[in-house]
Nanobody, 115 residues
Framework: QVQLVESGGGLVQAGGSLTLSCAAS????????MGWYRQPPGKRREMVAT???????NHAESVKGRFTISRDNAENTVYLQMNNLKSEDTAVYYC?????????WGQGTQVTVSS
């Protein structure tokens, strides 16, 4: 069982930046996809960005040009660099790992953007 632990959330003013990190509790080997999802208040959880083990990235249209996902396979960690944050980015951000047909989720970290 893999556990995912997020960090880096907080309160930031609009236009500011934050970097989220997510560390897996053990080595992740084989084909897998790691990603970030978010759930704004009163809304459904949505995909923000994903990245394969080989480094292929996919970003939601709403964050393209502002957010960048990256990963360090040696450290079993995935990052989300968030720039030019907007109030609509306010949400709980969840780390995700998809491997071998299983989904793993972190507990989430709150990001609040004040206007």
């Amino acid at each position: 069982q893999v556990q995912l632990v997020e960090s880096g959330g907080g309160l930031v003013q609009a236009g500011g930046s934050l970097t989220l990190s997510c560390a897996a509790s053990k080595r992740i080997s084989g084909d897998n996809v790691m990603g970030w999802y978010r759930q704004p208040p009163g809304k459904r959880r949505e995909m923000v960005a994903t990245i394969t083990r080989g480094g292929s990235r996919n970003h939601a249209e709403s964050v393209k040009g502002r957010f960048t996902i990256s990963r360090d396979n040696a450290e079993n960690t995935v990052y989300l660099q968030m720039n030019n944050l907007k109030s609509e980015d306010t949400a709980v951000y969840y780390c995700n790992l998809y491997q071998g047909g299983y989904q793993y989720w972190g507990q989430g970290t709150q990001v609040t953007v004040s206007s």
